[in-house]
């Protein structure tokens, strides 16, 4: 999946699959992340985010999507 470089203390990248609904998050300690049933709003807001990491862990961490770690 591409993905686009952030500006953040603790996500490197970030992208999504509007076909499968996935957001995928990449650290900045090399860990990948993949979050299901993401609706397409949530990525979007995520990424005009003034922080982040402050919306993933409210808006996706929080809110229970299932998800695992591919790296």
């Known amino acids: 999946m591409q993905r686009i470089r952030v500006s953040s203390s603790n996500i490197a990248s970030a992208g999504y699959d509007d076909a499968s609904r996935i957001l995928e998050v990449e650290f ?28 993933l862990d409210a808006y996706v961490k929080k809110r229970g999507y299932r998800y695992r770690q591919i790296r």
């Open 28 to 55: 900045l300690d090399g860990s990948i992340y993949q979050y299901f049933g993401v609706a397409p709003f949530v990525y979007r807001d995520f990424m005009n985010a003034s922080s982040h990491g402050g919306y």
